[in-house]
């Protein structure tokens, strides 16, 4: 942190981000008449107090979980449990809610600051079986805070802006030289250790999800059985060799500040790509531009749908078990959620508004040839839209 500028390596101006976090997640709790939020999910205590869970497995992560109370009438969170040290936060000293000892605890905290209000009042966006068991007051009767979260941060002010553009870029920076290690004889785990021991030297410590390096069948019935009838994706089972001619489907994310990037390309394994191969990517491409042409506030997701079919001869271009594209921030994705199985009218009901971000990741597929997926990173702006991140190539597919 610059003492100076109050500015952190990246330029973002670390406090100005949380108290405009807290300001519209207050203002968001009063439009729709909570007096309180209680958070147990790791990515909305950050949000709501700048507590960052260090990056471990997913038991270590519960172990050690803090929990955040916002008033919407106080101007500073609590953080019960946790490192409060550099957060204006009001420090609870707590344990755990995972275990009965830790819930009992939190259930005094929460009588203390929480005791004046009924529990209607009161949000909560996650219970553990502890908190269940110990009755938890003033909880019991609760809301749920999810709605409240959804709304607060579905639309990114410009540090949020800053930070996933940080991260989008760290990451394809860092796959830039992974790209080029790739090669026959190569694994899974050495494309994977390039990635992260590179990222850390790029000042990001944090994977949120474990670095995707899949070699893809060139046809369904070649891959694992799924529900949908579709390809498989992703498993990231094993630690494979790659061989010449692999189509190898990549996703990895960081994070800058507790805000997700999100990378995807297609890569060929030893060669350049066949003319099928490159046909794949050319309607990939198609499927791109004619959503990225409709995009603009106002439109809505069902919009982006249907100009995506319509660029790939009607067909969905996309996994049906995933979406053609997905929002991104505090989580790797989250709303907007565009093309899922919520269907039409829950895509036509949604309008996008600036700030939003949208992951666009099509998928365009030919049974017997494979398939071509990568990801776009862009952010509604009040006319249209802008990439988040750097303009990493398609190597070794060519932009025609």
Not at 116 to 127: E, R, T, Y
Not at 229 to 253: N, Q
Not at 286 to 304: C, F, K
Request: hydrophobic share 40%.
């Amino acid at each position: 942190m610059d003492p100076a500028t109050g500015t952190d390596a990246h330029g973002i101006d670390v406090g100005r981000l949380r108290a405009e976090r807290l300001q519209r997640l207050r203002g968001t709790m009063a439009a729709q008449g909570i007096a309180a939020l209680v958070l147990t999910h790791a990515p909305h205590v950050g949000y709501a107090t700048g507590h960052r869970v260090p990056a471990s497995d997913g038991s270590v992560a519960n172990f050690q979980r803090p929990v955040a109370i916002v008033r919407a009438d106080e101007d500073r969170p609590h953080l019960v449990g946790g490192e409060p040290d550099g957060l204006d936060v009001v420090a609870h000293p707590g344990s755990t809610p995972d275990h009965d000892e830790g819930a009992r605890a939190l259930a005094s905290v929460l009588e203390e600051v929480l005791g004046d209000l009924s529990p209607g009042q009161v949000a909560v966006d996650g219970w553990t079986g502890p908190m269940l068991r110990s009755g938890t007051p003033p909880l019991a009767g609760s809301a749920d805070a999810r709605p409240v979260l959804g709304a607060a941060t579905i639309s990114k002010t410009a540090d949020e802006l800053a930070c996933i553009s940080a991260a989008q870029r760290i990451n394809e920076e860092a796959m830039l030289d992974v790209g080029t290690e790739l090669a026959p004889g190569t694994r899974r785990s050495d494309l994977a250790a390039t990635f992260l021991r590179r990222t850390r030297e790029l000042g990001v410590d944090t994977s949120m999800i474990d670095p995707i390096f899949q070699p893809m069948p060139r046809a369904i019935s070649d891959g694992p059985r799924t529900t949908t009838g579709d390809v498989a994706f992703p498993t990231g089972l094993g630690d494979p060799a790659y061989r010449e001619g692999d189509l190898v489907w990549v996703d990895s994310g960081i994070t800058v500040n507790g805000y997700a990037s999100d990378f995807g390309r297609t890569w060929v394994c030893g060669r350049d790509p066949s003319a099928a191969e490159q046909e794949l990517f050319d309607r990939w491409r198609a499927v791109i531009d004619a959503v990225l042409d409709a995009l603009r506030p106002g439109v809505t997701s069902g919009d982006l749908c249907r100009a995506a079919a319509a660029a790939n001869g009607g067909e969905r271009p996309w996994l049906p078990h995933f979406y053609l594209a997905h929002g991104i921030g505090i989580e790797s994705a989250e709303m907007p959620l565009i093309g899922t199985d919520l269907g039409e009218a829950f895509d036509d009901a949604f309008v996008l508004a600036p700030g939003m971000v949208v992951v666009l990741e099509p998928v365009v597929w030919m049974d017997g040839v494979g398939g071509y997926r990568a990801e776009e990173v862009v952010a509604v702006t009040d006319d249209g839209w802008r990439a988040l991140g750097g303009e990493h190539p398609y190597d070794p597919f060519v932009v025609r």
